[in-house]
């Protein structure tokens, strides 16, 4: 990871077995990373977020997003329905 919030996003993001079922999660929380990107995808504000989840941070959110886009770039892709 290579980026301004890698080594952030080592330290605010956890994948735990034993918590949420395995999902990723903000650490020290049982928030799924899932739940944050859903909320920021319906267009909640993240002074919104910060709100309903007051253990979040700004660092939390963006750790978030940089988990999303890690992710997105370390994942093959297949299309689909492509004849």
Known sequence: ??????????ERIEI???VC????VI???RIPVATVLEQLADNE????????YPELTR????A???YARYSILHTEITALGVA
Do not use: F
């Not at 990871?1 to 080592?10: A, K, N, P, W």
């Not at 079922?21 to 990723?24: A, C, D, L, R, V």
């Open 16 to 18: 735990n077995p034993r």
């Open 45 to 52: 504000s993240w002074d919104s977020l910060l709100r309903g």
């Open 64 to 66: 978030a997003l940089e």
């Open 59 to 62: 660092d939390d959110i963006q």
């Open 21 to 24: 079922g395995g999902q990723p």
């Open 1 to 10: 990871m290579q980026s301004s919030y890698g080594s952030d996003m080592r």
């Open 27 to 29: 650490k020290g929380t």
